[in-house]
């Protein structure tokens, strides 16, 4: 039986995660579960699932968690220092990283730096530290199973494939709630239209990231450091059914793509069980359902955001971190009514013109420039009114 820390239990993937541990209970125990500030979620899991250890990051909430599980055996921790500090336990097998965002970066280096294998659901971590994160993991010979769908898909289809040297991969977008739409159409766009992803259901931040294309150029820097290429190597298609989940393009011109119908319950099973594969219940695909299967180019015109993840890969450095902070902060100011769906483009490209660039940036570096791309981004917000970023 695997030992799982789940770092983020009570978002989408995290309540995901505990559903396969649930239905897999000879091969998985949830020994730590953590939660941000989601304190009745996280008490009833703990209830559920009895892990050793329940970590609630808001230290306000931690009264609250510890008189519910009183009872219990489960050990009541609170705070980021007691996150960075439990996943070093020797008895935890694996690391699953699904906080939301940067906060995801510290934990899973002290996870490595422990030698747990991680399950990496946090893609900020490697598009905010990249070089940092691949360093460290080769250094302590940790393992990286990707759970995003389509690096997990990435994955899969390099499965046996360790000699044959990969040409390109193609990472597929499904183009979320607005595509085909016009930035004239966008700029009415409200919180609630962007939060109805046609094929997901995700977390809010991840939902609006998949609405500005944003979700794909964070995954574009991923790609880059989990499987060592260079941004010529990564292209992105918009696939509207969200079928193929992505594909490899080897040197002889041949493609493997892994398909399924859209459920993360798949690539977090996968990430978990590897190499193995386990038998399941989850809906099957049947092609006689799908019998057209479209590609098209992203509209980078439009969605900006994907051509500016695609501009801080190339120019390297501390510029990814930059776009990640200033995208959380741009993503917290479209939920609040406070940015508009076009000003978030504007906002992050404005952080990457006037945070200070650094090539060889160290994990202080990259904790300095979260923290200045961050404050410079909320006094943007503050100092001008959305409707002046509301630019193409």
Known sequence: MKNIAILGSTGSIGTQALEVIGENPSLFNAYVITANNNARLLIQQALQFKPAY?????????????QALAKT??????????????????????????????????????AIKAGKTIALANKETPVVAGELITDLAKQHKVKILPVDSEHSAIYQCLVGEENNKIEKIILTASGGPFRGKTAADLAAVTREHALKHPNWVMGAKITIDSATLMNKGLEVIEAKWLFDLSADQIDVIVHPQSIIHSLVQFEDGSIKAQMGLPDMKLPIQYALASPDRLKNNFKRFNFTDYPQLTFEKPDIMTFRNLGLAFDALNKGGNMPCIINAANEVAVAGFLSNGVTFLAMSALIESCMQNISFQTQPTLDDYLNTDKETRIFAQNLIKQMPAKAYNLI
């Open 54 to 66: 329940a970590v609630i990051c808001d230290e306000s909430k931690y009264a609250e968690v510890k």
């Open 73 to 110: 055996d489960t050990k009541v921790l609170a705070g980021i220092k007691a996150i960075n500090e439990i996943v070093t336990d020797p008895k935890i097998d694996i690391v699953l990283t699904a906080m939301v965002g940067f906060a995801g970066l510290e934990p899973t280096i002290a």
